[in-house]
């Protein structure tokens, strides 16, 4: 059973935005000032430009594979389903981490106004998500946008009030705890930009999610970086270090200065919001992790349930709320710490990922959206990701280590034994090697994938080319020979001698050259018959020279027909017409591995339907 399509690009804004903006701002501005002093403006400026990085490279990965599961999905066929293993149960655990962080920060907002034990609060809370969340989406996403509307509205309130009143004499000296401070606290913030994972994982619930995904990220990022960076600036330069150090709720603190006992209250309600949005998300997103490998046997089944009357995977749900309850009671320095780690981690294998699939150059592989400066923000995407992780300490390096020890551990004694898949990686190894490693699994689940992604229903013609012959030819070939050879294929089929066929191809081509573009050419015949139609797709590598004046030929459409097809047979040219058009048609052509890469080209091929 399919999960429903019902988010938008506003949903998918609010969901990132919504998600991002919570415990890393109402929270950790006290505890990262600490750390890095008033250059912590600069920490979470660096680490929004080290998210911008994972964010290219998931948007190109989301735009090529919108599927449940995120960069589980992109690691798995990239990296093989080991390291997919790792990636997706490092993700939900991180982002449940995240979620449970957002519900202890609500919990202790919410104490301010009713006085109820913190773990209490936080237990009821994280029960109601998950019943909003079994429910459906489309209601998740309901609520998102007021809770960020409304928390955007608020901050935006904070930040141009505050700007008048802040101290410069609160920023001297700018690195007062030094430089590598700024490098290591931005890795401690790095968790306040986790939500973008959280859209990337529900992708295939999105409408159109090859263009809304990446433009909604970019979106969110930029405006969460921007009021990130001016709220953390406002909260230095009122509070400074005697007061901002040892706050756990900063930007509340920072309200009462220069909005009075009412202004605190309106941030209070802020970071309630805030938390909401960012528990609602979270539970949402870290589902869809377990739904993903239960699908490709890496779980078991039972994961993957779908719920008939709501569509939603219940079980996964349940399950990741029941493990957030747990993390309620972890030690709060040490949930971000290790959140932070596994979030560095899935943006470093999503850059990673990004070089394998692009350097493999398995042709199936359509990104809408394309990182810009490729690979360069790859590589500093994964310097700067691998120096935050070293720079956040030995604790830090060692979760690293467990994380991946514990998915190396699940895959050898679960996944290893029930799944084979095909993944770039190893086509990047055939390339480099020049061995047969791989068949054309990976290439036929992308086809797949594109299908769904462009809303492509396969027609007659699509039917025809998938049954059609095709031959792949190595050596020039002249004319004459060439035409024997597509009637020796055709024969049989068409039920027609093989002169007879050479002899209306011949005629065809005395009257008219077929050729109808460089490189490309259409011979097409009539035949006696009734409902009769057939293709043969040709590649010559070093060419068929048609004629004397046109140049050699590497690419040949054969159409025969009976004239009750004459309809057909006109449709069937303006398909191969109008894919053959596109600028890199050639390419694709002569650079395609196997007949069902040569298939393939025309099969994805742009063209009216």
Known sequence: MKLKKELTLLDVFCIATGAMISSGLFILPGLAHAQAGPAVVFSYFLAGLLALMGMLSQAELVSAMPKTGGTYFYVTRSMGPAAGTIDGLITWFSLSLKTAFALVGMA????MFIAVEIHIIAVILCSVFVLINIIGIKEVGRVQRFLVFGLLFILGFYIVRGVPVVNVDNFKPFFSK?????????????ISFGGLLKVASVAEEVRNPERTIPVGMILSLFVVTVFYTLVVFVTSGVLGATELDHSLTPISDGARVFLGKNGGILLNIAAILAFVS????????????????????????????????????????????????????????????????????TFLFSCLAVIIMRESRVQNYHPIFKSPMYPWVQILGIIGCGLLIFE???????????FILGGLFIYWFYGRIRVTREYALLHLIERITAKELTTYTLETELKEIIRERDDITKDRFDDIIEKCVVLDIGEEMELVDFFK????????????????????????????????????????????????????????????????????????????GSKDERNFHLRALSAIAQVSQDSNFMKKWMSAKNEKALKDVVLLGKRMR
């Open 108 to 111: 202790a907002f919410t104490r």
């Open 178 to 190: 030094g430089i590598a401070s700024v490098f290591s606290t931005a890795g401690f913030v790095f």
């Open 278 to 345: 960012t528990a609602n998300a979270g539970i949402m997103a870290a589902s869809r992790y377990p739904t993903a490998l239960a699908n490709d046997g890496l779980l078991p089944e039972f994961f993957g349930k779908i719920n008939n009357r709501f569509k939603t995977p219940h079980i996964a749900i349940i399950f990741t709320g029941i493990s957030i309850g747990i993390a309620l009671f972890f030690d709060l320095s040490t949930l971000v710490k290790m959140a932070s780690t596994v979030l560095i981690c």
């Open 392 to 402: 956040m300490g030995k604790e830090s390096l060692i979760a690293f280590g467990v």
């Open 485 to 560: 050879s597509v009637s020796d294929a055709l024969s049989k089929r068409v039920k027609v001698k093989t002169s007879n066929l050479f002899q209306l191809i011949s005629e065809r081509e005395r009257a008219t050259s077929t050729v109808i573009a460089p490189g490309i050419a259409i011979p097409h015949i009539i035949i006696d018959g009734k409902e009769l139609f057939d293709v043969v797709l040709v590649r010559c590598k070093k060419g068929i020279k048609f004629s004397e004046s046109a140049s050699k030929v590497h690419s040949v459409f054969v159409l025969i």
